[in-house]
């Protein structure tokens, strides 16, 4: 007869598995405590001091939150980012959606067409923002010429203190709706065939059954790629910085490029830490209120 393990050798066998587990787990948690808590947690102590990187850090408290609150630039750079998000989230949603839906076919050559969609995320935003600054150039670029075709004479896109953030905006949407098109491609292919031939057996337009079955059963998906597309735009820097440098003006200076600004031009890295703990604020609240919006109007699980 089999005789159950003493319970010693069941406690060494749990920690030996309990090692082995955190062992595993080192090289990610080293990352997330290196990379990502380190940094915030050095940005909030910076914020507390007065430091012009050639002199020595002084402490001066919440002065430079007290400054922050009456500073009219720090403000608006927040209202250009809100508007940067406004036009960046609910564009790239809708258009990535749409690009899900058109290539969710079973149809030859359709990989390769997912692809080619992909392929503007993996270039370097440096160099997107290069190739589209020649594009949208008033007198050579690609766009105007197109333009001129039909008459029409194109205007100064990045010199424009009105089209130069939607034109900065497109920019980002066109580089990632391919990204986000993944996600709404495994979200639809996960949702059963039978849903779909049950709504046609009773009837239902295709309009009808994307908003009362299709929708509802993307809300997890739509989730993820709200709070990443949210987030992003918040943290957008690159392509701003290559295109328009924050101008015409100030039409496209947003609070990173502010925060560039006072850390490698003023070189105030104690005010800049403190509008970086602004961002980090915003951005929070803005993740927190789309979990609560989402958490009681999704399913997660469909049977088949």
């Known amino acids: 007869m089999l005789r159950p393990a003493p319970r010693r050798t069941r406690r060494i066998g749990r920690g030996r598995q309990t090692a082995v587990a955190y062992a595993l787990l080192a090289p990610s948690l080293v990352g997330v405590l290196g990379f990502l808590l380190a940094p915030v947690v050095i940005v909030l102590v910076l914020s507390l001091f007065d430091w012009k990187l050639l002199s020595t850090p002084e402490f001066i408290g919440l002065a430079n939150y007290r400054k922050l609150f009456t500073d009219s630039d720090v403000w608006h750079s927040l209202l250009v980012t809100l508007y940067y998000v406004v036009i960046c989230v609910p564009g790239t949603t809708i258009l990535s959606l749409l690009l899900a839906l058109l290539v969710d076919r079973k149809l030859r050559g359709m990989k390769y067409f997912r692809a080619l969609l992909v392929i503007p995320w993996m270039a370097t935003p440096v160099a997107l923002g290069l190739v589209w600054s020649w594009i949208f150039d008033p007198g050579r670029g690609a766009l105007n010429q197109f333009l001129g075709l039909f008459g029409i004479h194109g205007p100064a896109w990045l010199s424009s ?12 949407i066109w580089q990632f709706a391919g990204y986000n098109m993944l996600f709404f491609l495994a979200g639809l ?15 239902a337009s295709p309009v009808a059954h994307f908003f009362t079955i299709t929708l509802p059963l993307l809300r997890p998906t739509m989730l993820f790629v709200l709070i990443t597309n949210v987030i992003g735009s918040f943290q957008a820097f690159d392509t ?20 560039y600004d006072e850390a490698f031009k003023k070189f105030d890295f104690g005010y800049a830490s403190t509008i970086s703990v602004l961002l980090f604020a915003v951005v929070l609240v803005a993740t927190i209120s789309q979990f609560v919006y989402f958490e009681r109007r999704t399913t997660y699980e469909v049977s088949g």
């Open 189 to 203: 292919q996960n949702i059963p065939r039978s849903l779909r031939e049950a709504s046609s057996l009773d009837g």
């Open 240 to 259: 701003i910085f290559v295109m328009t440098e924050g101008g015409p003006g100030d039409s496209t200076e947003v609070t990173t490029y502010l925060i």
């Open 161 to 172: 203190p009105v089209l130069a953030m939607p034109s900065v905006a497109a920019v980002h």
